[in-house]
C-alpha cells in the first residue's frame, strides 16, 4: 500500500486530543494553558500551550498503540527515500552523536572531516572515540574551507584501515557540498558507513537544482535539521538510515541514551507538518526560492563594494563538489570593514538579523519562506549599508592565518584532554600548552582550538584579534579570551 501522504499522523492526533476533551492529570504542569502566567500567554498565545502535551498517555495511549510517532516516522522516510526515520526534539546537535555511536565507539577511530560542527566534537568528547582528521579544501585566497574531497577520506582510509567509519559535513553553512556520491563509494569499498551532517539540507530531496541529497548519494546515515532550511520548529531534527551496515534497532538505542524521556509534541508536530507541506508543494515551493534568490543575488551584485559568491567562486577542483544558492554569502571585503561590524549595523539601523558573519563576509539565508516583501527590505538595507560604508570602515581586523596555520597537532584524546585536569593561563603564555577546552568562533560554530591540540601563535593571535573584532566565542572559559584554559602540566 502506497503511503498516505496527505496524512499529519502527529497533528492529526492533537486535533483529535483537544476534539475528545482530553483532561490531563499528568504533565506538562500548565495543563492546557490554564495555569500558564497570563502575561506568557499574551506573549506566546495559547496554541503553544494547547500543542504541548505528553507524547505518551497524551498524544498517543500509554502503550503507544495509535503508532503515532512511527507512522509519521515511516511517511517523513519514504517522502526522502529512507529506509528508517527518527524524530528528535534535541536538535542535530544530539541526532549527529547518536549516528556516531553508532558507527563506532569508545577507544575506536572514525575519520572526521575537520570542518565539522562542535557538536560532532562534543561526541567525540562524550565518546571517548579518536578522530581521524579530514582536511577541508581550503580556500587560500577567501580564506573559507569547502567540504574534504572523496580522495582525502580515501587517503585518510589507507593510512587509517582500522577507522569504523568516516564523516562528512555537507552542505556547509556557506552552502559548498561535498562530492558526496565519491565519499560514499570510498567507504563502501572498504564496508565502511558513511555519516553526513547535513544539518543545513532538509530542503535538499526536494528539487534536482540543489546539491545531492545524502540518501541518494549513497550515505548511511544522514542527520538533518528541520529548523534550519525547513519550516519545522527550532530544535527539531531527524536522522535517516539506508543499507544493512548499521542496526535500525542500534541507531534508536543510542538517541535514546541521549535524547530526553519528555520529548515536545510541538516539535513532532513541526517536523510531521513539514514533511507533507513539502511531498506536496516541495517542488513549487524550492522553484520559487531558488528563483528569487537568483534575482536577489544579482540585484545585491549591482551594489557597490558587494560581491555575492556562487558556484563559480566555490566549485571547482580543489574546492566544493556542488553549490546551495539560498545561502547568499556575500563578500564585503572591498568595504574595507568586517562582517561584524556590517551584521550589527544593519541590525541597529534596519532590524535585519544576518544568518553568518566572518571576518569578510555576510550571509542572508534565504527559504522557501521569502517573497518579494522580504528581499526588497533586505536590499533596502544592503544598499543603505554601503551608501554609509564610512561608518563602519574603522572595525578592527581580524588576523586569519593560512590554511596550514590554521591546523595544530591533536597531542590528546579530546575526551582526555577536556576531562584532565585544568589551569587557566594568559592568552600570551599559552603558546604550546594543550587546550583543555573548544573554542568556537559562533556562528559557524565550527571550532577552532579541541580539547588536546598544542596552542599555536597564529591561531591565538587568530582569536585575539577576532575577539577584539567582534567575534562570538559562546563556549570559552573566559569570552574574552583574557585567559585560555589549558591541561595542567606536573
Not at 29 to 54: E, I, N, T, W
Not at 100 to 129: E, F, Q, Y
Not at 251 to 280: E, F, H, K
Not at 367 to 388: G, P, Q, Y
Request: proline share 7%.
Amino acid at each position: 500500500m502506497r503511503p498516505n501522504h496527505d496524512e499529519a499522523p502527529v497533528l492529526d492526533a492533537l486535533s483529535r486530543y483537544h476534539e475528545a476533551d482530553e483532561l490531563g492529570f499528568s504533565p506538562p504542569g500548565h495543563k492546557q494553558a490554564r495555569g500558564a502566567d497570563p502575561r506568557a500567554r499574551a506573549v506566546l498565545g495559547d496554541a503553544v500551550y494547547l500543542g504541548d502535551v505528553l507524547a505518551d498517555g497524551g498524544l498517543d495511549d500509554r502503550l503507544l498503540r495509535g503508532r503515532v510517532l512511527e507512522r509519521a516516522e515511516k511517511l517523513m522516510a519514504d517522502a526522502v527515500h529512507a529506509e528508517h526515520t527518527f524524530f528528535s526534539t534535541c536538535g542535530s546537535s544530539l541526532s549527529v552523536k547518536a549516528a556516531m555511536l553508532t558507527v563506532t565507539c569508545p577507544g575506536h577511530s572514525l575519520l572526521v572531516g575537520r570542518d565539522a560542527h562542535k557538536s560532532v566534537v562534543a561526541g567525540l568528547i562524550l565518546s571517548g572515540v579518536r578522530p581521524v582528521w579530514v582536511e577541508p579544501e581550503w580556500d587560500a585566497d577567501r580564506n573559507l574551507a569547502h567540504p574534504p574531497s572523496a580522495a582525502a577520506y580515501d587517503k585518510a582510509f589507507t593510512e587509517y584501515p582500522d577507522a569504523d567509519g568516516a564523516l562528512v559535513t555537507s552542505p556547509t553553512p556557506y552552502g559548498s557540498a561535498a562530492d558526496l556520491r565519491g565519499i560514499a563509494e570510498v567507504c563502501h569499498r572498504r564496508g565502511k558507513p558513511l555519516i553526513v551532517d547535513e544539518a543545513w539540507g532538509a530542503h535538499l530531496p526536494f528539487h534536482d537544482a540543489l546539491p545531492s541529497w545524502a540518501m541518494d548519494a549513497g550515505a548511511d546515515v544522514c542527520v538533518t535539521s528541520i529548523h534550519k532550511m525547513g519550516s519545522g520548529l527550532e530544535q527539531g531534527s531527524v536522522f535517516h538510515l539506508q543499507g544493512d551496515l548499521l542496526d535500525p534497532a542500534e541507531l534508536a538505542a543510542r538517541a535514546d541514551l541521549l535524547g530526553t524521556t519528555s520529548p515536545n509534541v510541538l516539535l513532532y508536530a513541526g517536523i510531521d507538518a513539514w514533511r507533507r507541506q513539502m511531498v506536496q508543494h516541495g517542488h513549487e515551493l524550492m522553484d520559487r526560492a531558488l528563483d528569487l534568490a537568483s534575482r536577489t543575488r544579482a540585484a545585491i551584485e549591482e551594489i557597490d563594494g558587494f560581491h555575492v559568491n556562487d558556484a563559480a567562486d566555490f566549485c571547482s577542483p580543489g574546492r566544493a563538489a556542488e553549490f546551495d544558492p539560498l545561502p547568499v554569502v556575500i563578500d564585503i571585503d572591498a568595504l574595507d570593514t568586517t562582517g561584524y561590524r556590517a551584521a550589527d549595523w544593519l541590525r541597529e539601523h534596519h532590524h535585519i538579523d544576518m544568518h553568518l558573519f566572518d571576518h569578510r563576509r555576510v550571509s542572508a539565508q534565504l527559504t522557501h519562506a521569502d517573497d518579494d516583501r522580504t528581499t526588497v527590505r533586505l536590499l533596502t538595507a544592503l544598499r543603505e549599508l554601503a551608501a554609509h560604508a564610512e561608518e563602519v570602515r574603522d572595525a578592527p581586523r581580524v588576523d586569519v592565518p593560512a590554511p596550514a596555520d590554521l591546523r595544530m597537532e591533536q597531542v590528546r584524546l579530546p575526551r582526555d584532554a577536556y576531562f584532565g585536569t585544568h589551569t587557566d593561563v594568559p592568552l600570551d603564555e599559552a603558546e604550546g600548552r594543550i587546550a583543555g577546552e573548544m573554542i568556537t568562533p559562533y556562528p559557524p560554530g565550527i571550532p577552532a582550538v579541541l580539547p588536546g591540540e598544542r596552542l599555536t601563535e597564529p591561531v591565538l593571535r587568530y582569536l585575539r584579534t577576532g575577539v577584539g573584532a567582534g567575534m562570538n566565542l559562546p563556549d570559552a572559559a573566559d569570552k574574552q579570551l583574557s585567559t585560555i584554559r589549558v591541561v595542567a602540566e606536573h
